[in-house]
């Protein structure tokens, strides 16, 4: 049988199987879906291959899975972060109900995603892409009562996104009379995009959904906040990058390699849009979600909720590299695509065992966990310098190309745009570390133990990670740079663990982190040794209390207000919120429907009138409606 | 005995008369008897689809006289296609009811036999090839509804049944007008008369004819603004009524209304205006069923909402659009049978059937929640289920003919859908229980039996559409066939 059919049917199988087995045994739920994910993750990477194309065809259209080396890119992410997610998930769902339901969603959830990426036509892609629409939207509400506000937010946008794809797609197959995305792409190399871009801006709207692109973005704080940790690490990790994928195929295959630079004008609502004009607009939302989102993460006093709005803000990195479109910024962004998926994983799922461990994630209830989770301290560390874009670890190469294939490329505001947003991440990232591990030991927090060893190891692994792609990013490249020949980009260049600009200077990354790491493990060897003999009580003299003599339980280390004047400065930013927008839309229709529906008041003679009210209509007006 | 369409009319009537008097014997054939003769008529449909399909329509003329002046029956791809579904979904209504408490408590002999009237008139209209003989058929259907909206005998059933006797008195009176003139005008009953004589007709008297028609039968069809009675019929009914009514007697009307507009008369206008009132039909619809509290009135509002979508799509009326109606069709017969089968239990102790009072439900009855999240799901339109299928190829037969603003409609509409039907599934899983667990209603065997099949089927035609393609495929065509549904009706006259 086929490398894809056995693969979903792995994954589909195994979200079965792990449904009805929770009936046996809570555990052996999680440990069905992990042994699914992972024998559909072995068996994927020894079969792969990306010649190897399937047809068939149903309902009268021709369907064709493969693999491209694009989409060879995300499976890393997806089948990756998939198994390393439900192997935390089984020790961090462990006492929760319905794991049966969760772990179905889960696989169904990791099978889609693996869908979307064999599909090679729109229209399986659609139907894997709705697929994974719903499963998570089962996920998001898993927690119940308060989230189904959040869960038919989640849903009537990502229903937007999925209806403005589908739109297109019905369009595109009256063009193309062919569902197949290539023939698309062929079809816009030979007529041009003219006449397509309504298509081309569903498209952009259907994906900007899912990867949380301004001012589509709403649903996604929530929603990633308040689905199990476990998920959330794949929620944002690798079901946003589907967005980041569909948007690669449209911004990179469709909108550069065929703008011809023509402008025709398409009149009325669609006058003076060219292909040019969309990736501005792409490059500026994605930059605006960029800077709203780290704006959002430094006033959130709950870290799940920090982390949330931080991946709407990396993912609008991400979306205004692909829409600059050049060589490098593409890389960068491709780079940072994989890496987000790495370091918020590993961030969600860290946050999950503070949460499993402590019982909650607000940064000012908790403080001091260090000595109590030093594991998972080392993860949230490092992944936050991975976050933060700081050498040697993975993000700072992401960031590096593409500061530097903004700067090229000429889009010198945007780089300001990013470059505020990436030192504001600073920020936040700080928060997370000293509200939840630094600081004072509060009296709560006296029993917490580190997490079970089944949680750490994939966070220690998503961890290492981001130190090895840091040092050697080479390895990452290779793939992005096959990935990128498919779209487009020939002979793309890259090294092993150097990373060039186009000065000709070069960095060499493997010594720098050679040295930091060593300056890093030495001192960590020293502080441990010097600190060990236990605690340093903090003496009165260490801190200005306004000369008053603070007692042993009273904590000092302030959580609240943490950016105040940070806060403050930016204030006006903070005002109009597109959330406000929404519900101001939201309530008018509500109006609107209240009006309509009262046409039925639910009296018969009203009812008979309507009726002779019609007949004598049609009647009189016989003429103009049937000529 | 040789399988002919005429059992379809004449098996059922014969059972329906000669229930009470086996009911004398023992209380159990009343229930046994509707079910032996869907059975019978499910095999027949079977046998007859697969003749259709191989040698072309069957005509069948009644009692000796030939058309044009005899009555005649025909069972074409098309019509047969809607004959079998609605003898399906009477078969599934058969084995869910089998057991209903409700109707335990009140005469179930009534039941049945209204419910056998019921497919027999909705059969009939679809099978007739005499319009005087479809307008018996309709009253048929109408007061078999009547009385099965006011089943329960209470103020508010009778109500909604008044209402409906209202609407539909209505209905009859226009479509008997609409048949004099037609009478007087070409003096033929017969349908493949009417349609190869229509041109004869004076056009204004055509059109005035035509409207008579659209607005009696839009009446059943539940077209906007004729559709007053169907909120309150549905949400008064018995369970399986309402299933009945979406699933069976409101194809009926539709059928009517596609056989006017693509075989009877040829009127230049007639699919813009069925585009136009299905859009409006729809949306209105679907913007009251966002407001509603009652669960059966928001799936008697969505019911609504799916018929103006099917009047949309054979507006367009090319044959993607025709099949992409049919199976429209066919997905608001199972899945709205679904729907309505299993909320039944889900306010089966209510009687304002709130939605507010399904809190927490998804615990208790579990597989009931179960297979209405499903039929929600599939009534959305979300694959991998079959009502993903129909909406797809109404959206590409419209993008086809290059109608943008329909299918952003469309597709406008199918997010309100996921406002309202997502918020009953929220309520269902994911809000704390209000109920006490002996307050629920567990269903019974039969019932699971009947609504997992549609489940099932929902799921299966998801997954593989080709099950019924075909069908659908051979169906548009005779449908299309104008020229070839006359011949068929008139020469077999000579032979």
Redesign the interface.
């Given at each position: 049988m086929n490398t894809y059919f056995v693969v979903l049917l792995i994954l589909f199988g195994g979200a079965i199987i792990s449904f009805a087995i929770n009936k046996v045994s809570y555990l052996l739920s999680g440990i069905v879906a992990f042994i699914a994910t992972a024998s559909a993750t072995v068996f994927f990477y020894l079969n792969v291959d990306t010649d190897n194309f399937v047809q068939f065809s149903?309902?009268?259209f021709d369907f064709q899975w493969g693999l491209n080396s694009l989409s060879l890119l995300f499976t890393y992410i997806v089948l990756g972060l998939g198994t390393l997610a439900t192997l935390y998930s089984i020790q961090y769902m462990r006492f929760k109900n319905n794991l049966g339901y969760f772990y179905f969603n889960f696989l169904l959830g990791i099978g889609s995603m693996m869908g979307i990426l064999f599909s090679q036509d729109f229209?399986s892609f659609?139907?894997f892409w709705?697929?994974m629409?719903?499963s998570s939207?089962l996920i998001v509400?898993y927690n119940?009562?308060k989230?189904?506000k959040i869960?038919?937010k989640y849903?009537?946008f990502s229903?937007?996104g999925a209806?403005?794809m589908?739109?297109s797609i019905?369009?595109i197959?009256?063009d193309v009379k062919s569902f197949l995305i290539a023939d698309y792409i062929d079809y816009i190399s030979q007529v041009g995009l003219s006449g397509h871009y309504?298509q081309i801006i569903l498209l952009i709207v259907g994906f900007g959904v899912k990867s949380a692109l301004m001012p589509l973005h709403v649903w996604a704080p929530k929603a990633y906040a308040n689905s199990p940790m476990g998920y959330t690490s794949l929620f944002s990790g690798a079901l946003s990058k589907m967005g980041v994928y569909g948007l690669s195929i449209v911004l990179l295959s469709l909108l550069t390699n065929f703008n011809t630079g023509e402008n025709v004008s398409l009149g009325g609502l669609f006058e003076g849009i060219n292909a040019e004009f969309i990736r501005i607009i792409v490059q500026w939302l994605g930059a605006i979600t960029a800077v709203m989102g780290t704006l959002y993460a430094l006033k959130q006093n709950d870290a799940k909720k920090l982390l949330a709005y931080s991946s709407i803000a990396q993912l609008g990195y991400i979306i205004t590299g692909l829409a600059i479109g050049t060589e490098l910024a593409v890389m960068g962004a491709l780079f940072l695509a994989v890496l987000h998926a790495i370091f918020k994983g590993a961030l969600f799922m860290a946050m999950g065992a503070v949460e499993r461990q402590a019982g909650t994630t607000d940064m000012t209830k908790i403080s001091g966990l260090v000595r109590k989770m030093p594991f998972t301290f080392i993860v949230t560390l490092m992944s936050i310098i991975a976050l933060a874009g700081i050498p040697p670890l993975g993000g700072f190469v992401g960031k590096w190309l593409l500061y530097e294939g903004m700067i090229t490329s000429g889009h010198y505001f945007l780089v300001v745009l990013i470059f505020f947003s990436s030192t504001a991440a600073f920020l936040y990232c700080y928060r997370i570390l000293f509200g939840i591990f630094l600081g004072q030991e509060e009296k709560e927090t006296i029993n917490v133990r580190e997490a079970p060893i089944s949680m750490l190891i994939p966070m220690l692994l998503l961890a290492i990670l981001t130190m090895v792609f840091g040092t050697y990013p080479g390895l990452l490249f290779e793939p992005i740079a096959n990935a990128m020949s498919y779209i487009g980009y020939n002979d793309v260049v890259w090294e092993m663990s150097t990373i060039s600009n186009v000065w000709g200077d070069k960095v060499s990354l493997d010594y720098v982190s050679l040295t930091i790491f060593t300056v890093f493990i030495v001192a960590m060897i020293f502080l441990t040794i010097k600190n060990y003999k236990g605690t340093r009580y903090v003496t009165t003299k260490d801190i200005s209390t306004s000369g008053e003599m603070p007692t042993e339980n009273e904590n000092l280390t302030f959580q609240l207000n943490f950016f105040q004047p940070f806060e403050r400065a930016v204030a006006p930013l903070y005002k109009r919120s597109m959330d406000k927008i929404y519900n101001t839309i939201g309530e008018s229709l509500d109006a609107?429907?209240?009006f309509?529906?009262t046409?039925?008041t639910?009296n018969?003679q009203?009812?008979?009138l309507?009726?002779?009210?019609?007949?004598v209509i049609?009647?009189i007006f016989?003429?103009s409606?049937?000529? | 005995m040789v399988i002919s369409p005429v059992h379809y009319i004449a098996v059922p009537l014969l059972a329906a008369f000669v229930i009470p008097l086996f009911a004398k014997l023992n209380r159990e054939f009343v229930r046994i008897i509707p079910g032996i003769v869907l059975l019978y008529l499910s095999y027949v449909s079977i046998v007859l689809m697969n003749q259709v399909s191989s040698t072309g329509t069957i005509s069948e003329v009644l009692a000796g006289w030939a058309p044009p002046f005899g009555i005649n029956l025909v069972f074409s791809a098309f019509s047969g296609f809607l004959a079998s579904l609605m003898t399906f979904m009477g078969l599934v209504i058969w084995i869910y009811s089998y057991r209903f408490k409700k109707i335990d408590d009140e005469p179930a002999l009534k039941f049945y036999v209204l419910f056998l009237m019921l497919i027999t008139g909705a059969i009939g209209i679809v099978l007739t090839g005499d319009i005087f003989n479809l307008f018996v058929f309709l009253e048929i259907v109408g007061i078999s509804a009547y009385s099965l909206t006011s089943f329960y005998r209470n103020r508010d059933g009778a109500?909604a049944g008044?209402?409906y006797l209202?609407?539909g008195a209505?209905a009859s009176t226009?479509i008997l007008l609409g048949i004099i003139l037609l009478y007087s005008s070409i003096g033929t009953l017969n349908m493949a008369d009417i349609a190869q004589k229509s041109h004869l007709i004076p056009t204004?008297l055509k059109?005035?004819i035509?409207?008579?028609f659209?607005?009696g039968f839009g009446?059943e069809a539940e077209m906007f603004?004729?559709n007053?009675?169907a909120?309150?019929a549905y949400s008064q009914a018995p369970g399986p009524v309402g299933a009945a009514f979406s699933g069976i007697a409101v194809k009926a009307g539709m059928y009517v209304i596609i056989r006017l507009i693509y075989t009877l008369f040829d009127?230049?206008?007639?699919f813009q205006?069925l585009i136009v009132m299905g859009l409006i039909t729809t949306i209105?619809a679907e913007?009251?069923a966002?407001?509603?509290t009652n669960l059966k009135r928001m799936l008697a509002y969505s019911s609504i909402g799916q018929m103006g979508i099917v009047m949309v799509a054979f507006g367009i009326g090319t044959r993607e659009a025709i099949i992409a109606g049919l199976f429209l069709m066919l997905n608001h017969a199972i899945i709205k049978g679904l729907l309505f089968l299993s909320s039944s239990y889900l306010v089966y102790n209510d009687d304002n059937k709130l939605i507010s009072s399904l809190s927490g439900l998804g615990k208790r009855l579990p597989l009931v929640s179960f297979l209405f999240a499903l039929g929600a799901?599939a009534i959305?339109g979300?694959?991998?289920f079959s009502g993903?299928?129909s909406r797809?190829y109404l959206?590409?037969a419209?993008?086809?003919k290059?109608l943008?603003y329909l299918?952003?409609i469309i597709?406008?509409i199918?997010?309100i859908e996921?406002?309202y039907y997502?918020?009953v599934i929220?309520?269902l899983?994911?809000?704390?229980i209000k109920v006490k667990s002996d307050d629920v209603q567990k269903p019974s065997i039969n019932a699971v039996i009947s609504m997992s099949i549609l489940g099932i089927l929902i799921i299966a035609i998801g997954i593989?559409?080709?099950l019924v393609?075909s069908y659908l495929g051979n169906a548009a065509d005779a449908l299309l066939d104008k020229a070839g549904y006359i011949e068929n009706v008139l020469v077999d006259i000579n032979n």
């Open positions: 149903l309902a009268g229209i659609f139907i709705e697929i629409t719903w939207y509400v119940g009562n989230t189904h869960g038919i849903m009537i229903g937007i209806y403005a589908l739109m019905v369009m197959y009256a309504l609107l429907f209240n309509v529906r046409i039925y639910g018969g009203t009812y008979a309507y009726v002779i009210v019609f007949l049609m009647l016989k003429d409606i049937f000529n | 109500e008044f209402k209202l609407l209505f226009l204004s059109v005035s035509f409207i008579l659209v607005v009446i603004p004729l007053g009675w909120p309150d009127i230049e206008g007639s205006f209105i913007v009251s966002m407001k509603q799901f959305v979300l694959p991998p993903f299928w797809l959206l590409l419209a993008a086809d290059e943008i299918i952003a597709l406008i199918a997010v996921i406002v997502f918020r929220n309520k899983y994911f809000k704390d593989y559409p080709d393609t």
